[in-house]
């Protein structure tokens, strides 16, 4: 549940900023714009088996991560082999797999804020980043609630990603709600307590979806 726990909070920080520096900075004009735009969507289309082995191959012991920690004089790091580090590494994969979908939410619900609200705005003398906090964020407050909630309940349930990469282990370092409940029904065959915590998986479910009814009653 700790793994669970800090899986989530640490994956769904990440791709919802990620998701939403992009989100404005794509309300800018540049060459090339459109180009990037579909490029960004590559981790999100991108087959889950396909991504898993790339990031596995990534934090191998001789993968790129490890060599460039070595060009700069860090070590390498036993990504795969200590239950610390294998944490960190499937967070990672995680983040550049889901950080497109909250970039597509964002960036549609930025596109629909009237202009005449950020040229007013910008005539009564508000900062870029204070049209941003003042303007954007608060407009924004349903799409952020469904983004938030929406990636925590696809999160808390991420199963194939982490079973691929470390298969639960190092020590059963990275072992998440959804991998425990696999191994302990498909692989010690404890079908009961599979059983069990299969059910709590449906409560942590119902409960992200309590809390994304009443955000949205309240704001």
Avoid at 2 to 14: A, D, Q, Y
Avoid at 45 to 53: C, R
Avoid at 89 to 118: D, K, S, T
Wanted: with cysteine.
């Amino acid at each position: 549940m700790t793994n669970t726990i800090v899986f989530t909070f640490l994956s769904i920080l990440f791709q919802f900023t990620i998701g939403f520096l992009l989100a404005l900075y794509f309300q800018l004009s540049f060459r090339f714009r459109n180009i990037c735009l579909s490029l960004l969507l590559i981790p999100w289309v991108t087959p889950l088996l396909t991504s898993a082995n790339i990031f596995k191959g990534l934090f191998n012991e001789l993968g790129p991560v490890n060599q460039f920690f070595r060009a700069a004089g860090w070590g390498i790091r036993p990504w795969l082999a200590d239950p610390n580090y294998g944490l960190i590494a499937v967070i990672v994969a995680n983040i550049w797999i889901g950080f497109p979908f909250n970039f597509v939410l964002l960036y549609a619900g930025v596109r629909a804020i009237p202009q005449e609200i950020y040229e007013a705005a910008k005539l009564d003398g508000a900062s870029y980043w204070g049209r941003v906090f003042h303007i954007t964020v608060p407009i924004l407050k349903p799409v952020t609630i469904a983004v938030l909630m929406l990636g925590t309940i696809y999160t808390v349930k991420v199963f194939d990603l982490v079973w691929i990469m470390t298969g639960g282990g190092p020590a059963n370092g990275t072992h998440l709600v959804s991998t425990y409940a696999y191994q302990t029904g498909f692989s010690l065959l404890n079908f009961g307590q599979a059983a069990a915590v299969g059910a709590v998986i449906v409560l942590l479910i119902l409960t992200i979806n309590l809390v994304q009814f009443l955000l949205q009653r309240v704001l």
